[in-house]
C-alpha cells in the first residue's frame, strides 16, 4: 500500500477496485502518517494529492482492531518468516481471507493464500483497459 501512495499504477487501481473487499491492521494508516515525510520525499504527488488518496484509501480498506488480531498471534507464529509479517497473516486467518503482499518468503507457508499485484491484476482485470 505504500507503492500506491507514492505512485499512481496497478496498485493504487486495485485498491480502488470495489470488487476487492480489503482489510488492514488498524495500525497501518498509523504508519502512512509516521512515514508520511519519507513517502512525501518519494511521490510524484502533491502534498494535497497524497491527502485526498490517503482519504480515499481509508474509505476502501476496513481495519483491524488489533485486539481481535492478537488472539491469532501465536498460531502465526509457528510459520511467519518474519514477526513484521505476524499481524498481517493472523488478520487474514482471522477474517479468513487471503493476502496481498509482493514478499515472495510468505509464499513458503500454506496456511493463508499469498496473492501479489500481479496476481490480482489478473483476477480483477482493468474494466477500460482490459
Do not use: C
Not at 42 to 69: A, N, W
Not at 109 to 118: E, K, L, N, P
Amino acid at each position: 500500500m505504500f507503492s500506491a501512495l507514492i505512485r499512481k499504477g496497478e496498485t493504487s487501481r486495485l485498491i480502488l477496485n470495489e470488487r476487492l473487499h480489503l482489510y488492514a491492521p488498524e495500525f497501518i494508516f498509523e504508519e502512512f502518517e509516521k512515514y508520511r515525510d519519507l513517502i512525501l520525499k518519494k511521490t510524484h504527488r502533491s502534498q494535497m494529492e497524497f491527502d485526498e488518496v490517503l482519504s480515499i484509501y481509508t474509505e476502501r480498506i476496513e481495519t483491524i482492531p488489533m485486539e481481535e488480531i492478537i488472539r491469532e498471534m501465536e498460531q502465526v507464529k509457528e510459520f511467519s518468516p518474519d514477526v513484521k509479517d505476524d499481524p498481517y497473516l493472523a488478520a487474514a486467518i482471522l477474517i479468513g481471507a487471503g493476502l496481498w503482499t509482493n514478499d515472495s518468503k510468505l509464499r513458503d507457508q500454506d496456511v493463508v493464500a499469498i496473492y501479489s499485484t500481479s496476481d490480482l491484476v489478473h483476477m480483477f482485470p482493468d474494466p477500460v483497459n482490459g
